[in-house]
């Protein structure tokens, strides 16, 4: 790994000092994040600002803004992320020196409004015949590597969570029920990911090629031969071979698994919050971003709502010249029940307006009564 030179700028303990303060919760990778935020910070100041000796003296133009118009306008750009990054993590130590050292000043030199806007993402699955040449090809093959795809297409997990399974990561959860045990990923959670005997089979596969490897168990289901990151290399790189085997000439990279699995999922039906849940997302605008939604997709789930809809008020259980002849408490619930019914009907055919915000309030009034009724006499439901 590259080391930094050390920096030699009069600020640089005060800025490392609020860097550790900020980042004492956080990963390594976020930790070192930071740090590179403040190098490039200083060392511009120290190149273009030598002037700027103390907190004191700084100001949003032309230290700030100068140095994020220098990150701009590199000759080996940054991507607009990175540069974002970058612009959160210094207006994040701005103000812990802000506190820290009672200067108010510093919270407004660098603003939210300074942050680069990401921009919009899409979901991204397989098609269809990219998603079947490339499964044609991993059965086809049935090695090490193409197990691990398929285990990532049918579980939609992410290949860095794929990697640090345990060797007993398959987990009963009922009679015939199993499930994968996901250990602490990207969002630090873990979760259980249900599993079909598919994806049993190909834990199973996994376990032998374990088995026969070499190097000796360490509780994992992959073998690692030198670290993480290579195996992480190898497994993409395998991926390469399969894709172009396939004769796909579109780039594909692992995480794209993970989109066609939430896509297919969802057109299952399985509901969205049981998909967050699958994917191990902790926002619903996170798991929006996985899953695709077509016109053709549109076209079902409209047509479906509108041959099999779903009433707020349930249909009545007898027709309404059946209940008219009925005088006791059960004709009258039913009688109302039948009433709400029309009412609902009828309501759903206004336009929003002071009209059915009538009909909602005579709905809920309608609702108490039958409520009132229904305790004049407790065994009448």
Not at 314 to 325: C, M, Q
Request: hydrophobic share 40%.
């Amino acid at each position: 790994m590259k080391r930094r030179r050390p920096l030699k700028h009069p600020l640089a303990k005060l800025f490392l000092r609020a860097t550790d303060s900020v980042t004492v919760s956080l990963s390594k990778s976020s930790t070192c994040r930071y740090q590179t935020t403040v190098h490039y910070f200083l060392r511009y100041l120290g190149t273009h600002h030598p002037e700027v000796r103390s907190l004191e003296q700084l100001r949003r133009d032309p230290h700030v803004l100068g140095w994020l118009a220098e990150l701009w306008s590199r000759s080996r750009p940054l991507a607009k992320s990175t540069r974002a990054l970058h612009a959160i993590s210094l207006r994040r130590i701005l103000e812990e020196l802000a506190w820290t050292h009672d200067l108010p000043g510093l919270l407004h030199i660098l603003r939210l409004d300074d942050v680069p806007r990401p921009d919009a993402r899409l979901p991204r699955p397989l098609t269809p015949e990219q998603d079947r040449l490339l499964q044609q090809e991993l059965l086809r093959r049935n090695d090490l590597a193409s197990n691990v795809l398929l285990l990532l297409r049918h579980t939609g997990m992410r290949i860095g969570e794929c990697v640090d399974l345990s060797f007993d990561c398959l987990r009963p959860v009922g009679p015939q029920q199993w499930a994968i045990h996901v250990p602490l990923g990207k969002l630090h959670t873990e979760r259980l990911v249900p599993a079909d005997s598919f994806v049993c089979q190909l834990v199973h596969r996994l376990r032998f090629f374990r088995s026969l490897d070499a190097i000796p168990p360490d509780g994992r289901l992959l073998a690692r031969r030198n670290n993480r990151a290579v195996l992480l290399v190898e497994l993409r790189a395998a991926l390469v071979d399969v894709r172009t085997t396939a004769g796909i000439s579109a780039a594909i990279v692992p995480h794209q698994f993970r989109h066609t699995f939430a896509t297919e999922m969802l057109r299952s039906g399985v509901s969205f919050p049981a998909l967050m849940k699958l994917l191990g997302h902790s926002t619903a605008k996170m798991t929006l971003l996985y899953a695709e939604f077509t016109q053709t997709d549109l076209q079902r789930e409209f047509h479906l709502a509108r041959s099999q809809p779903r009433h707020l008020v349930p249909p009545p259980r007898v027709n309404i010249a059946a209940s008219e002849s009925q005088t006791d408490l059960p004709g009258v619930l039913h009688s109302l029940q039948n009433t709400q019914h029309l009412l609902e009907m009828f309501r759903r055919t206004l336009s929003d307006g002071a009209d059915r915000r009538t009909l909602d309030r005579i709905m809920n009034r309608l609702t108490k009564i039958r409520s009132q009724i229904r305790n004049l006499s407790p065994k009448q439901n």
